[in-house]
């Protein structure tokens, strides 16, 4: 079972490569086995599909210019890597639209991904291990950090989509967010 | 809030919230400044959120994206300012780009072309890299072939410059391909005369900055036999 996955890592690891040399057969490759996922993650932050497109786009070119910075020694998986990119140009255009969206500055630089040194990043199994964590918590925590995650939603909206004093969501999140980071650490 | 350095779980929650995107931007720059770990804890944060986005139902995107990309990364495509500048090349990298190309390159690399030097090991397998003079230095990318790291060591890969000493470039793995940027000003000079080698050390990389193992592989760069560019 490990095997398909290190074996699609290695694949997009070595594309990759090729890419960070301006191969565009390489970026082509890379395109193939991996746009209908990041277009998923654009179209669920972005909920238009004309937008979804221009950022999806914008994503490849940001890859063409900076696959030379995914650094695979260093434990980061290549779609993790892709998808942090995908999300954070997504919030952007949010962002842009005019819907606030604050907080991450640098500390969203994709650059910032590429020193995480954690070995932990199997796809599958950690997706699948989130999924566990995040069923244990209050359903109205869970509901709150993916929207959160997703939308770049603040406190005072989430409060109030889930008709909820601002405090109760804070501390609601707040322990959630431990309670998650207990679970996946366990 | 309080100004002291905050407990781990404190720590732990404020950083999942930057990385949920709910703090003010303020906010967050306090806090790096207040506590070194909380970059890495955001990235930590990052890291476990993620599979959130990658576990959604693919949805092939329309075509057209495609041939989008393809235009704007084809060589005769016309340059979208706007798309430059949102990577932060400004007109003087774009100029860099253009025409004064030749003066940043490293002597007797041509641009576009690629050299590759082989390392055999000497204990089996060889690493391959592959390099490519740009604008702004060379870029390289080592693949594995057919190479086992030892679990309790770490192959280490040197930048060996004439009359210099040897420079520790990263960490290779028998498991995959590694990238790397050499800017311009660490590599001046001909390819050619640049030696690569790979040295058996501690996990985690020589702890001196010397090579402190034993040497399994050395090449120098040559061209790539019938490399075509694809620039």
């Known amino acids: ?186 | 809030m309080s100004t002291e350095t905050p407990d781990d779980d404190e720590l732990a929650a404020l950083a999942g919230e930057a990385a949920l995107g709910l703090l003010d931007a303020a906010t967050v720059a306090e806090l790096r400044g207040r506590d070194g770990r909380f970059d890495e804890a955001v990235r930590a944060w990052q890291a476990r959120l993620m599979p959130l986005a990658a576990e959604l139902t693919p949805i092939a995107p329309p075509a057209g994206v495609w041939r989008a990309v393809e235009a704007a990364i084809t060589p005769a495509a016309p340059k979208r300012p706007g798309f430059w500048r949102g990577f932060g090349l400004g007109a003087a990298a774009m100029a860099a780009a253009a025409g004064v190309l030749l003066a940043v390159l490293p002597r007797g690399a041509i641009p576009g072309q690629n050299s590759v030097a082989t390392l055999n090991l000497t204990t089996g397998g060889a690493f391959v890299a592959t390099a490519r003079a740009t604008a702004t230095g060379v870029v390289m990318v080592v693949t594995p072939a057919g190479v086992t790291v030892p679990a309790d060591k770490s192959d280490e890969l040197w930048l060996i410059l004439p009359n210099q000493k040897p420079r520790a470039l990263g960490l290779l793995t028998g498991s995959g391909a590694v990238a790397m940027n050499l800017p311009a000003s660490e590599i001046a000079g001909p390819l050619a005369a640049v030696k690569l080698a790979v040295s058996v050390e501690p996990p985690g990389g020589s702890p001196t900055g010397v090579a402190t193992g034993p040497v399994i592989g050395a090449a120098v760069f040559t061209p790539a036999p019938g490399e075509n560019s694809t620039f």
């Open chain 1, 1 to 186: 079972m490990a095997t398909v996955q290190d074996e699609a890592r290695a694949a997009l690891t070595a594309c990759l490569g090729r890419v960070a040399l301006r191969d565009r057969t390489a970026l082509r490759e890379l395109y193939q086995r991996t746009s209908a996922k990041l277009f998923a993650i654009c179209l669920r932050i972005l909920s238009d599909g004309t937008e979804a497109e221009d950022v999806l786009q914008e994503v490849y070119l940001t890859v063409w210019d900076k696959a030379g910075q995914f650094d695979a020694a260093r434990g980061l998986s290549p779609i993790t890597w892709l998808a942090a990119i995908t999300r954070n140009r997504a919030l952007d255009r949010l962002r842009a639209r005019g819907r606030r969206f604050a907080g991450l500055d640098e500390a969203a630089e994709v650059a910032d991904l590429a020193p995480l040194a954690d070995q932990a990043l199997q796809d599958g199994e950690t997706t699948a291990r989130l999924a566990a964590c995040l069923a244990g918590l209050d359903e109205r925590a869970a509901a709150a950090i993916k929207a959160a995650f997703f939308g770049g939603q603040t406190y005072e909206t989430l409060a109030r989509l889930a008709d909820m004093p601002l405090g109760s969501m804070k501390s609601l999140i707040r322990r959630g967010l431990l309670r998650l980071k207990a679970c996946l650490e366990s």
